[in-house]
């Protein structure tokens, strides 16, 4: 059975398609077959891998509202393990269409069900909402995991994407877990980095990873070239934080009570 792992968090910008690339893609690079969904009307997860805009012309879209099969949307990547099944502006169109659709929070779950036997992680990228297309990602999931930027207000939406959670568990999901909350952007000479870091881990303990993403210009950087960092640039912190997320994730998963808190920050480069 493959993990199937949501990344949401309603507010934009805090890094979770970078972390949905990056983490499929390190993932990926140890031979594991890795399936990435890109569940945003933005496009960002698939053209953060190689697929140009206007280069493909079925979507999720086509899978969720149309229901045809999603093995026949997918596409292969520049990493031969990792396949995306692309998004574009189109899959805004299936929130309206979907609303009177009995069942509509499961329609991707039923979509991926089909083909979750190819692969060993699905790693599905949720726009900035808590409107249908996430909540489809958080039925379909297994787990969610929570990418939160070190600024101000960083916390400020996760106890309502909590709530949504709960929600998720009591009527569609019940077995949905939490994969993790996440420090991105982290700015190793910014107080307030270190003071959201502290607070977070006060308030949610062991819930959060000990991978710490640093702001680093090479993340940035990759999707202007429509690669994941593990491709772009190798030995870049961006690069060697994504890896060490994906070891959290692969060999020390929650569910083996091994992650141990406190942090392990890979180091920032200006
Ligand atoms: N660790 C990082 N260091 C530097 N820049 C980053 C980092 N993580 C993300 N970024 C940049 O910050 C911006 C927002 O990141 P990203 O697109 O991953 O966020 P998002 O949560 O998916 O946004 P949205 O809510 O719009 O989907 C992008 O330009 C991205 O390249
Ligand atoms: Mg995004």
Known sequence: MARIIAVANQKGGVGKTTTAVNLAAAIAMWGHKVLLVDADPQGNAT???GIQRGSFRKSLYHSLALDEPVGSITLPTSIPTLSVVPANKDLAGAEIELVDVVQREFRLRRSLEAVESGYEYLIIDCPPSLGLLTLNALTAAKSLLVPIQCEYYALEGVTE?????ARIRRLHNPGLMIEGLLLTMYDVRSNLSA???ADLRDFYGLQVFQTVIPRNVRLAEAPSYGKPIISYDANSKGAEAYSQLAREIVYESKSTGSRSGGS???????
């Open 264 to 270: 392990t920050v890979v180091g920032h480069d200006g």
């Open 195 to 197: 003071a959201v870091a």
């Open 47 to 49: 053209s953060g891998v």
């Open 161 to 165: 994407l909590f709530d949504t959670l």
